[in-house]
């Protein structure tokens, strides 16, 4: 009998090991993968919402935050009487005409506007401003208002925990806590 030269024993022997590993590496029950699913981040207290319609031919688009009461008081409270609000949170409110506008009677062009508020126990102040893109009213200008127009709120029909727009033909309107806020646009 000859002797295999010790390469080809080597070869042969190495073959064998893969072999036997590979057939018990089929054998091993399968392992469960680790969880890809995301993490879902926690609710932000104040959801960016939008609210869009058609008033005449003009697209309406509302882009805010919506916060909520929490059983605080909001108007003449948190929001107090007399200064400038954001109408909403976190960003400025915007409000966004495709075309023209006649807002209480008052002409606006067609744009892009920051929207803000001035409550007081009566009558509010409603402000288009020409600065879209601002953080609250941190920063708000009173000089680049495109329109400012009087308003009378009135007692909502039923309380409204967030706050809300809606755009309709007539107009837009927001909602929050007890109050709402009708602006006629056409």
């Known amino acids: 009998m000859k002797t295999l030269p010790l390469f080809r024993r080597l070869a042969f022997g190495l ?7 590979a057939s018990y590496a089929q054998d091993a029950p399968a392992q469960p993968k680790p969880s890809t699913a995301l993490v879902q981040a926690p609710a932000k207290p104040s959801p960016a919402a939008t609210a869009t319609g058609k008033i005449g ?18 108007f003449g409270g948190l929001e107090p009487y007399g200064k400038v609000w954001r109408a909403g949170a976190n960003e400025a409110t915007t409000v966004e005409f495709s075309k023209p506008v006649m807002v209480e009677g008052k002409a606006l062009p067609a744009g892009k506007y920051g929207f803000f508020v001035i409550p007081t126990e009566k009558q509010w102040t409603v402000i288009f401003n020409k600065v879209p893109n601002q953080w609250g009213a941190f920063k708000y200008d009173e000089k680049q208002d495109a329109l400012r127009v009087m308003v009378t709120p ?15 033909p007539k107009g837009l309107t927001l909602r929050w806590e007890n109050v709402e806020m009708p602006v006629a646009i056409k």
Request: aromatic share 4%.
């Open 57 to 74: 031919a003009a697209d309406v688009t509302v882009n805010y935050s919506s916060p909520a009461v929490k059983g605080r008081t909001i």
């Open 15 to 21: 073959a064998a090991v893969l072999t036997t590993s």
């Open 154 to 168: 009135r007692k909502a029909a039923a309380m409204a925990e967030r706050l809300a727009y809606d755009v309709t």
